[in-house]
């Protein structure tokens, strides 16, 4: 049993680009998180998809983030106009039906110059 | 708005030197409190979930118990190999999904 993945693992961008980060969740896990995490921080929410459905948004995500997971399996999370505060760690994680326990990817480390 | 306070920030063991980590929590409606371990450069792991106050559990070394306002995990003759940061998280009752992490304790244990 396969984990859940994230690609790229690192990203470096000049400031005002867009990014886009994939998360492929743990086969038949139909709940997907993204987190994010700075130095020093623990993991802040940022949305949640149950199947297709986008049904949580932290105020923490910004107009400038857009997530999507269109046919319920993997997700992307695109940042545009990159600015250096967005520089974090992007952690996605999923669960399986009727169960609480999230289970985390290893992260896209966004450097953003 | 639910809140989760880790302490110590950052402890040092010797290694075979038994301690306990704090989290204290409030939140509306408790549906699950999680342990975490998280190495540098990596996602959390998950270690444990509990629910309700009195709850115990058990992996290796480590034990996580959960009080109304606080869950302690003990760690019992730590290892080198249980240097880590370990996060505490809370799901609360509101019907939001996503889950409120503390800080972390970064754990040393020095052999």
């Known amino acids: 049993d396969t984990g859940v993945s994230q690609n790229p693992r690192h990203k470096i961008t000049k400031r005002g680009q867009n990014v886009t980060f994939r998360c492929d969740p743990i086969?038949?896990?139909?709940?997907l998180y993204w987190y994010r995490q700075t130095l020093g921080q623990g993991p802040e929410f940022l949305t949640y998809?149950?199947?297709?459905?986008?049904?949580?948004k932290s105020r923490l995500l910004s107009d400038r983030f857009s997530a999507e997971r269109p046919k319920g399996s993997f997700s992307t999370l695109e940042i545009q106009r990159t600015e250096q505060g967005d520089s974090a760690m992007y952690l996605c994680?999923?669960?399986?039906?009727?169960?609480?326990?999230?289970?985390f990817g290893p992260g896209t480390r966004l450097t953003v110059l | 708005e639910d809140q989760v306070t880790q302490s110590p920030e950052a402890l040092r063991l010797q290694e075979g030197e038994s301690s306990s980590l704090n989290c204290s929590y409030t939140?509306?409606?408790?549906?699950?409190l999680f342990w975490y371990r998280q190495d540098p450069g990596k996602g959390p792991e998950f270690l444990f979930t509990?629910?309700?106050a009195g709850e115990e559990k058990e992996k290796e070394r480590l034990k996580a118990t959960l009080t109304k306002k606080e869950s302690f995990l003990h760690i019992t003759a730590p290892k080198p190999e249980d240097s880590a940061t370990y996060l505490c998280?809370?799901?609360?009752?509101?019907?939001?999904?996503?889950?409120?992490f503390g800080k972390g304790t970064h754990l040393i244990i020095q052999p």
């Open positions: 994680a999923s669960s399986p039906w009727a169960q609480d326990t999230q289970y």
């Open positions: 998809f149950q199947n297709e459905a986008q049904l949580e």
């Open positions: 086969s038949e896990h139909n709940r």
């Open positions: 998280a809370v799901q609360g009752g509101g019907g939001a999904d996503g889950l409120t």
């Open positions: 509990l629910y309700s």
């Open positions: 939140v509306s409606g408790l549906r699950g």
